[in-house]
């Protein structure tokens, strides 16, 4: 058993993966294991982010508090006392303890059970709620299968089913959000007129509720740029960009929003905040 390469490789890489290389003896004497084969190859093509905004990849490398590979060392704290006396993986440093690689972003564990030689781990997805299930294959193959829609789990659900998967960097961004006024031509036209003035873009997904809530994710192909069209009233753009593209954002969305038949009321953080002006610094502008 083995986590193939290629099963991944349906999820195009980044151009410049992030936190990918490194000294990989430091690495594993860090942690006292050999790592497997397959999850170097995972690093070394896509480096630390997410794929499909719901798997996280880590790296040993970088300097980040969110990154890096480490031990499992203490029951999760959501499982039950009772349940601790059959919980079936040991704790390290009892030999063949889980060692964490990934998580999710509901908080769910991603983790080799590290019994016999690397090659032959398997991933064990370790939830936020206490609950465990070992699928039978290494961290690329896990990968490439969610992705892939081949590899099933009852605790991490699945991808849209409409949906190519895809692969984002965790890199420094800048997130703003334009409030607009309303405008004489409907929904789906002036999503199209966005992200024709954006383009080109690709489907990170989306969600309605009637016919005032709902929200269209989408990303910029060539820049790397994040979006979300928001129809709540006062429909909304938010967007995450590098800081170094931070006039040609403002640009190009200024000059899609005009298109739309739209005004910008109030630029604002991602959290809410109105902001003077679109280039105003915020302390958390350019955090991974």
Request: with cysteine.
């Amino acid at each position: 058993m083995t986590g193939s390469r290629t099963s991944a490789r349906p999820v195009a890489p980044p151009a410049v993966p992030v936190d990918a290389h490194g000294d990989w003896n430091a690495a594993e004497a860090a942690v006292g294991v050999r790592l497997p084969d397959d999850y170097k190859w995972l690093v070394a093509t896509y480096g630390w982010g997410e794929f499909c905004d719901f798997l996280y990849l880590r790296t040993p490398f970088g300097t980040s508090e969110y990154n890096g590979i480490e031990w499992q060392r203490t029951y999760p704290p959501d499982v039950p006392d009772p349940d601790r006396e059959e919980y079936p993986y040991p704790l390290h440093p009892t030999p063949g303890g889980l060692l964490i690689w990934g998580t999710t972003m509901d908080a769910d564990r991603l983790c080799w059970l590290t019994e016999g030689a690397p090659e032959d781990w398997p991933v064990v997805v370790w939830s936020s709620e206490g609950r465990y299930e070992t699928h039978r294959t290494g961290a690329a193959g896990f990968i490439g299968g969610w992705t892939g829609r081949r590899v099933e789990s009852a605790l991490l659900g699945s991808m849209e089913p409409d949906l190519a998967p895809w692969f984002n960097t965790f890199r420094a961004r800048v997130d703003r959000c334009l409030i607009l006024s309303e405008s004489p031509l409907a929904h789906p036209e002036r999503l199209e007129i966005l992200r024709t003035a954006l383009a080109p873009t690709a489907d990170r997904g989306g969600w309605r509720s009637g016919d005032d809530e709902g929200q269209d994710h989408f990303a910029t192909v060539d820049t790397d740029w994040l979006l979300t069209y928001d129809v709540s009233r006062p429909h909304r753009i938010r967007i995450g960009f590098p800081p170094e593209d931070a006039e040609d954002a403002r640009r190009r969305l200024l000059t899609a929003v005009g298109l739309m038949g739209c005004e910008v009321l109030r630029i604002t953080t991602a959290e809410g905040t109105t902001l003077p002006t679109w280039d105003t610094p915020t302390p958390t502008d350019e955090d991974d």
